[in-house]
């Protein structure tokens, strides 16, 4: 499971992440594409996790699988 189907799962919105997490709309499109990862306060990992209804290996686990995934892509261009 990567970090767009985690999202997914839980049936938000980009737009409903970034806003409860106080963070760009962008960010968490870029943590989907596999730009960039994760980098939040504890508070906001916490909210993060809640809202995905995720354990923290979960989200490690989707952010792996998601930066795999966009090495692999990139190397097909």
């Known amino acids: ?3 767009k189907q985690l999202r997914e799962r839980a049936k938000l919105k980009t737009i409903a992440v ?4 106080g ?4 960010t968490v499109r870029n943590w989907e594409k596999g730009r960039t990862i994760p980098k939040l306060r504890i508070d906001q990992m916490g909210k993060l996790l809640n809202l995905y209804s995720c354990t ?7 952010v792996k699988e998601t930066m795999a995934e ?3 892509d990139s190397k097909k261009d």
Do not use: G, K
């Open 23 to 26: 963070i760009a709309e962008s």
């Open 1 to 3: 499971m990567n970090m």
């Open 18 to 21: 970034a806003y409860h997490l």
């Open 56 to 62: 923290f290996e979960e989200l490690e686990t989707a």
């Open 70 to 72: 966009q090495q692999s």
